[in-house]
């Protein structure tokens, strides 16, 4: 199962395998403070795509398209995801403040499908 989780919010043993999806570090937070199995930043949007988007939920459809391709583009920085959901409980961690629009649930509707393709 693959969960979401705002990196502010305490780590729990159902969270399985934890993952930073971010391509910045969260502010607030020294870099052994934060209980995390990887910091996978090629997973996360281009610098350009994440200043586009801006969190603007008007832009979430064209964002997902653009996101979608991203990764499509690279393979290597999701499979490792993909195999930890596959083997276990998996967490996306993430620190925008909209829960609904935020590349960590694009991400995880795109695992998703590819766990359901498998």
């Known amino acids: 199962m ?3 989780k705002r990196v502010y919010e305490p780590a729990e043993p ?8 971010e391509r910045l570090w969260p502010r607030g937070f020294k870099k052994d403070a934060l209980k995390l199995d990887g910091w996978l ?25 653009r996101y ?6 690279r393979p ?15 967490t996306l961690l993430f620190s925008a ?8 649930v694009a991400l995880k509707e795109f695992l998703e499908a590819r766990l359901e393709g498998s």
């Open 97 to 104: 403040r909209d829960a609904g629009h935020n590349n960590a």
């Open 68 to 73: 979608f391709a991203e990764l499509e583009a």
């Open 2 to 4: 693959i969960r979401l």
């Open 76 to 90: 290597g920085a999701w499979r490792p995801l993909l195999e930890a959901a596959r083997a276990g409980d998996v």
């Open 41 to 65: 930043k090629d997973v996360a949007p281009s610098d350009g795509l994440r200043r586009w988007f801006g969190h603007d939920p008007a832009k979430w459809v064209e964002f997902k398209a």
């Open 14 to 21: 159902s969270d399985g395998r934890r993952f930073l999806v």
